[in-house]
């Protein structure tokens, strides 16, 4: 996958490439500590947290809640814009090792809300065991 901060017109910061490459080179989604634990010392907490906002209000990121109540953020996939996030797919949490991934290839069925209700978001989570955890 291919994603540049010029091509979501940010201006380029040392702290916005690195918290890319964390992602990049992630095959899990990653909380705030998880990026904090990879990449340099010399971002304090405010900068990192407000790189996350930015990339999820440009679409380079989705949130992902996890079920102990915290966030984990995953790149998107697809073009998505703050306006319309296209990642209505299942979550994956493993129970053993606390990885979450995105399970793309299983779309979340339509759901249909009664009258005067409007969806924001939709967020399914399903733990387990993955793959690596079950050897």
Known sequence: MSVSLKQHNLRHTECREEVL?????????????D?????????DRVTIYRTLKTFLEKGIIH?????DGGSKYALCKNECS????????????????GNTTCMEQIDIPKIVLPQGYSREEI??????QCPNCRQ
């Open 35 to 43: 990026i904090e634990n990879t990449i340099d010392d010399k971002y």
């Open 82 to 97: 703050k306006e319309d996030h296209h990642h209505d797919h299942v979550h994956f949490k493993c129970t053993q090792c």
């Open 123 to 128: 967020n399914l989570l399903i733990e387990g």
């Open 21 to 33: 490459n964390a992602f990049l080179n992630s095959r899990a989604a990653l909380s705030h500590s």
């Open 63 to 67: 949130k992902i809640l996890d079920a």
